[in-house]
């Protein structure tokens, strides 16, 4: 499998002085929009808005609904009466904020050299902003933001860098690939340690000579250095390990979200049509994660509540889906109540302390196990579906 690059844009792709462009974008914006709101009431509900997002764990809205409902909460009044404005901004004035960054100049010779190689590559950046605003950022870069196979932006993303689900939503949303994965930022706390987390290779760009070459996770240096690296790199050690709990958790918020991220706004017939005859349309995936998060998925974390070395039965769930007749369900509901019932189930991941993550059991099908394998196995269903949803989309 080729590998997938996550690349952070700033300071990474583009030298952007955030101290100064941040307070200058925010002035921008409250100056656009002064003529409708008091400017320091705007800053107010910008700030808060913007600290929700970075705090979200909802996998259900976007990081621009969390942003919406604070920030058009605390202005008192509706979004449409704003709208035309901030669609202006975007159009005409952010571009104006241009000057305060510069290209970097290895960042298109990498890039391009990156496709080359046949790698995949995605723009990590923290999806904080607007689509239109990440575009221009881009270009700002040198860079054609049509290029990429995925950018996060606020509209299509669920978490932000806080958090390890935000690459595990990443993955997800690029059809969860087997294969070797390399994040690369310019920032530890943000785009290093969540990553490492997750238990993805990184890369950490700076401007120190890179410290030796070969297949370590932690390697840094230029983006220069970085090329150098990737290929004196055995890239199949870059394979990433999903075993950890942080892992496991991450996964479990971010299934749901790529699927939400997807799927949303298909037709009804979109949702029923078959890729092929033997295969599922998207209604029979969906309820079939519906029903096996309800009645398999729970009741396995149950046991491990109730008794010390449970016995975990797997059930044959392949014959659901023509016994129950998914396809005349309605897709967009099951997948409401997979949220649902997936949200229960993340609960119960929370609210396992440590020391019962290493609880011994013997699974019905892979024998001697423990919390921890279970946990994973549910995560590897995730990854499996996703997977599959990812390629039925593309099928159809």
């Known amino acids: ?18 101290q100064a462009f941040i307070p200058a974008y925010f002035q921008a914006l409250s100056r656009e929009l002064a003529p409708h709101v008091d400017p320091d009431l705007m800053l107010r509900a910008l700030i808060s808005g913007t600290r929700l997002m970075n705090e979200s764990e909802d996998f259900q ?6 942003f919406d409902a604070e920030f058009y909460h605390q202005l008192n009044m509706p979004q449409c009466e704003l709208a035309p404005a901030i669609e202006n901004f975007y159009d005409n004035v952010f571009p104006t904020l241009q000057g ?8 298109k010779p990498f890039v391009d050299w990156a496709f080359s190689q046949g790698f995949r ?3 990590a950046t923290d999806p904080l902003l607007p689509r239109k605003a990440t575009y221009h950022r881009l270009r700002w870069a040198g860079l054609d933001p049509e290029q990429f196979e995925l950018i996060s932006f606020y509209e299509n993303f669920h978490f932000s860098k806080t958090y390890p689900a935000y690459y595990a939503e990443a993955l997800g949303r690029m059809g969860w690939q087997d294969g070797p994965v390399l994040m690369v930022g310019n920032d530890m706390e943000r785009d290093i340690l969540p990553a490492k987390r997750l238990g993805l290779a990184t890369y950490h760009i700076d401007e120190e000579p890179a410290s030796g070459s070969g297949p370590e996770a932690d390697s840094h240096g230029t983006l220069s250095d970085l090329r150098l690296w990737l290929e004196s790199a055995d890239l199949a050690s870059l394979t990433p390990s999903f075993k950890s709990r942080d892992a496991v958790m991450a996964i479990a918020a971010a299934a749901p ?6 799927l949303c ?4 017939a979109t949702w029923s049509r078959k890729p092929s005859s033997g295969d599922w349309t998207l209604t029979e995936l969906i309820c079939h994660l519906r029903d096996t998060e309800r009645e398999i998925h729970h009741m396995q974390i149950q046991l491990f509540n109730e008794k010390d070395e449970p016995f975990i039965p797997r059930p044959d769930t392949s014959v659901w889906a023509s016994q129950r007749d998914y396809l005349h369900e309605n897709g967009q509901i099951a997948l409401n109540e997979f949220n649902d019932a997936r949200r229960e189930t993340v609960q119960m991941l929370k609210d396992a302390p440590a020391e019962a993550w290493k609880r011994p ?3 019905a099908i892979f024998g ?12 590897d269903h995730d990854r499996m579906h996703v997977q599959q949803a990812w390629s039925t989309l593309k099928k159809l």
Request: hydrophobic content about 45%; proline content about 7%.
């Open 368 to 379: 001697p196990t423990n919390f921890m394998e279970v946990a994973g196995f549910i995560t």
């Open 100 to 107: 305060l960054t510069l290209p970097k100049p290895d960042a």
């Open 361 to 363: 059991a013997r699974h």
């Open 1 to 18: 499998m080729p590998l997938t690059l996550l690349l952070d844009l700033d300071d990474t792709l583009l030298n952007t002085n955030l």
């Open 257 to 262: 979200a790529s699927l939400n991220g997807m």
């Open 121 to 123: 590559i995605a723009i």
């Open 265 to 268: 706004g298909l037709d009804s």
């Open 61 to 66: 809205r976007t990081l621009k609904q969390v």
